[in-house]
């Protein structure tokens, strides 16, 4: 395999992601021949067409539910699955269908591993932080540290979880949210067809994802949401657990994938790396909401966040992933700081003073 002329299909290649690494990867590996696969079913997505049209991607308009579009797609040496329905709310907040969801992310990925299957084409999956039980991420011991909450010192932690984070032998015993659940399913199966056909795969579970451009909604865009909100001065408010906005989650630049997908797919089938990872952020980039807005009232000008500390389904105080095994595996570390991520959306989001509408309308 010429590791200097790959092809590449990017799935959900209209997305906050799949164009965002379409970019990155134009950038780094101008040889590498690229194409698109999107339903342009997300608010925003087809603003990106033109962005992937100026790169050279050849892009596909299918639908991963079905099986044919999958299959009249051209043949490439790798697959990067970027799409999802990417909210832990889908499919239990009475908006969306949970049929609906589990045939676009677990469905979806089965055509995928078909078309693999027939083409021998290696499969990277992104996945999420969500697959973790939600249960003893709920019970952690936290407390209050800097307006945001951390694991309790001296408090005793369960298996997987340390200072560093979650790490990816922490329990995946559901319930994990119907998202979670079609992922951890998709990360299975797609285990299952590599081993039992012999192509490639590997599954980089990331924690949450941000940067110019991200679609903004509070279930799955929340940096750029808020930035966006606090920008325009639109309301918002600290849901759940003490109302005073102390949850907490990391954060990692798509482009800080790139690096890492290219090592695994000039790696193979290499027997002697872990197939699973988590790829994150870590506590290097972790934030609560409160600091968030600190950072906006002094990169914009104070504005006030109203309190509701009712709980949501799902929702948890505390999700900072451990990237250690990525780092020794693959000698991969992320390189685009947290500021620099806050930074990035925020200009964008002065340059754009619609986008939360043009990106999360209904």
């Not at 906050?16 to 950038?27: E, H, M, Q, R």
């Not at 657990?241 to 102390?246: A, C, N, Q, R």
Request: hydrophobic share 40%.
């Amino acid at each position: 395999m010429d590791e200097a002329n790959m092809k590449i299909l990017l799935t959900g290649a209209c997305g906050f992601v799949g164009s965002t690494l379409a970019c990155a990867i134009a950038d780094a590996l101008p040889g590498w021949e690229m194409f698109g696969f999107d339903n342009l079913s997300r608010p925003g997505s087809e603003l990106n067409r033109p962005l992937l049209k100026s790169l050279g991607v050849k892009l596909f308009h299918g639908d991963l539910r079905c099986q044919s579009d999958v299959d009249a797609l051209p043949a490439v040496d790798w697959i990067i699955d970027c799409a999802a329905n990417p909210s832990v709310l889908a499919g239990a907040d009475g908006q969306t269908s949970s049929r609906q969801l589990m045939e676009h992310n677990l469905l979806g990925t089965i055509h995928l591993l078909e078309r693999c299957k027939a083409t021998k084409a290696g499969l990277i999956l992104l996945s999420t932080s969500r697959v973790y039980a939600i249960e003893p991420l709920a019970k952690l011991p936290m407390e209050v540290f800097d307006r945001a909450f951390r694991l309790s010192t001296g408090e005793p932690l369960p298996v997987g979880v340390s200072a560093e984070g979650i790490a990816e032998n922490f329990s995946v015993q559901p319930p994990l949210s119907l998202y979670g659940a079609s992922k951890l399913a998709s990360e299975t199966l797609a285990l299952e067809y590599g081993a039992t056909f012999g192509f490639p795969v590997w599954i980089n579970r990331c924690g949450v994802l941000a940067g110019a451009g991200q679609f903004g909604r509070p279930d799955q865009g929340i940096f750029a949401y808020w930035i966006n909100c606090h920008l325009r001065r639109m309301p918002l408010r600290y849901i759940g657990f003490d109302g005073k906005g102390h949850q907490v989650r990391d954060c990692l630049h798509p482009r800080d994938l790139v690096p890492l997908l290219q090592k695994q797919i000039a790696a193979g089938i290499d027997l002697h790396k872990p197939r699973l990872v988590n790829v994150a952020g870590g506590m290097a980039s972790a934030m609560s909401l409160r600091q968030l807005t600190d950072w906006c009232d002094n990169r914009f000008k104070p504005h006030p966040v109203d309190s509701d500390p009712r709980s949501r389904p799902f929702d948890l105080p505390w999700v900072v992933l451990d990237s250690r095994q990525a780092q020794e595996a693959w000698n991969w570390v992320p390189q685009i700081s947290t500021g620099a991520i806050l930074e990035e959306i925020a200009a964008h989001a002065e340059g754009n003073p619609d986008w939360l509408q043009l990106s999360s309308a209904t």
